[in-house]
């Protein structure tokens, strides 16, 4: 009975330390997926993840990486704490004799998945933009310079000056905070702003939910079939958008922009970065599951005599 009156609050523990780990050892790579996810094809400014991170350094900072992190470490915490309490909540109501079968497995992972998503939407929507404003930025860096470029060109006079005002243009703006976007976005579009995407991220969340109730070889298949909504999900919950790229009014209307300007390739990108984040998030959840740290913190409190 101690076991059972435990059980819940230990795996919230687990839960939030695993994520506050995990998160904290993949943003970079994290953040890499989400630039390479939203750049398109007239603004190609990082070929490759290790581009990307080089670049992000150089201009940003090291700290640079970990854009929109806050987010992350500050919902990471109810958002497990939400999945396991809903992935317990329906294996309990629809198990029989304590057994489920196959298809209720499915269920109370599709469940858990649906109900995570409160979370995770407005979540994954603060840390898209916060991640992709250096991106921005950098965009509308370039863009000034090659135009100042042109106009200093024109005469010798400018020409003397074009040192200092080359370094003036690629200044970048002060990105805003997670408070900052979220007061925006709650005056100018009401709590549905929040939950711009909510359909991608509660799709991608019930099927990683789905695979990870009964497929033993859920790892493997996990970073793949979540690649392609991943893509859309990022795209439709980024706000700021360079001169030259698309903008989206829903899935379909994603899709059939992104296949008809960029190729089924498209969706693929980040793939590489997806994957080498989602194995680590996995192991870091699995050592802390098996080595039982909620049970060992709660070990500590005392027992309440019966």
Do not use: W
């Amino acid at each position: 009975m101690a076991d059972k009156q435990i059980s819940l609050p230990a795996k919230l523990i687990n839960g939030g330390i695993a994520g506050l780990i995990g998160v904290t050892c993949v943003f970079p790579i994290d953040l890499a997926k989400t630039r390479l996810q939203n750049q398109q094809n007239g603004s190609r400014l990082y070929t490759s993840m290790s581009d990307c991170l080089i670049k992000t350094i150089r201009s940003e900072g090291y700290f640079g990486m970990y854009r929109g992190a806050a987010v992350n470490l500050t919902l990471v915490t109810p958002e497990k704490a939400i999945k396991l309490a809903a992935n317990d909540f329906f294996r309990h109501h629809l198990s029989k004799d304590g057994k489920l079968t196959l298809f209720k497995e499915m269920l109370a992972g599709c469940g858990a998945g649906t109900c995570q998503v409160i979370v995770t939407t407005p979540m994954e929507m603060l840390k898209i933009q916060l991640q992709d404003a250096g991106r921005i930025g950098k965009s509308k860096s370039t863009q000034m310079d090659v135009l100042m470029l042109c106009c200093l060109c024109s005469s010798a006079a400018q020409r003397k000056l074009m040192p200092e005002t080359v370094a003036a243009g690629t200044v970048e703006t002060k990105s805003p905070t997670a408070m900052q976007l979220t007061r925006q976005l709650l005056r100018e579009k009401g709590i549905a702003g929040l939950y711009k995407g909510l359909g991608a991220t509660l799709l991608r969340r019930i099927m990683v939910s789905f695979l990870t109730s009964f497929l033993p070889i859920r790892m493997d298949l996990l970073p793949f079939m979540s690649l392609y909504i991943a893509v859309i999900k990022t795209r439709l919950q980024s706000l700021n958008r360079g001169s030259t790229e698309d903008t989206y009014s829903g899935v379909t209307d994603c899709i059939s922009k992104i296949m008809r300007n960029e190729g089924p390739s498209a969706f693929l990108k980040g793939a590489y970065c997806r994957a080498l984040v989602i194995a680590p998030l996995f192991g870091i959840a699995q050592v802390v599951y098996f080595l039982g740290v909620g049970e060992f913190l709660l070990s500590f409190l005392p027992k309440k005599d019966n």
